[in-house]
């Protein structure tokens, strides 16, 4: 019985030992969701910054600029030191944005069931792959692809 005992201790600890391996810690997938947060608000901002150039036909100063009550638009910071982001202009139609990621990117990001996580096909041609530390995404807008929204004429209503 002493020995049976001490096997089935034995299998739990392989198993658990196993699972940290091949899941992660639990302090690891808690960064990476962080990491995930950082890329799902650098995709927030630059959809927001894209907006403002198509209304603006220039590029915001600073992200503070973005706020939008109206619309529910806040600018997000970072979830884990509650700093904002980097955001600089680099030319009239370029920009870049700036995180600090806790680990590197996974090539494939997973559900919790295992499966591949469908990408979103408003960012899928875009790269959001990092490694660890602080990374800057440079981004152009296409002003084929994005075109200015053209204002009304003076006394005549936009509809």
Known sequence: MKYFIYTIIAIVTVAVVAGFFIVGSPREERSRRFDQQRIEHLQLLQSELINYWMNKAKLPANLSLLKDDLRGITIPTDPESNQSYVYK???????????????????????????????????????????????????????????????????KPAW
């Open 89 to 155: 202009v680099l030319g009239p139609l370029k920009f870049q944005l700036c995180a600090s990621f806790n680990l590197p990117s996974l090539s494939t990001v997973y559900t919790n069931e295992g499966k591949p996580m469908p990408i979103d096909p408003y960012y899928a041609g875009q790269n959001w792959s990092h490694d660890a530390g602080q990374v800057c995404f440079d981004r152009t807008i296409d002003k084929d692809f994005y075109q200015p929204v053209k204002p009304a004429a003076a006394g």
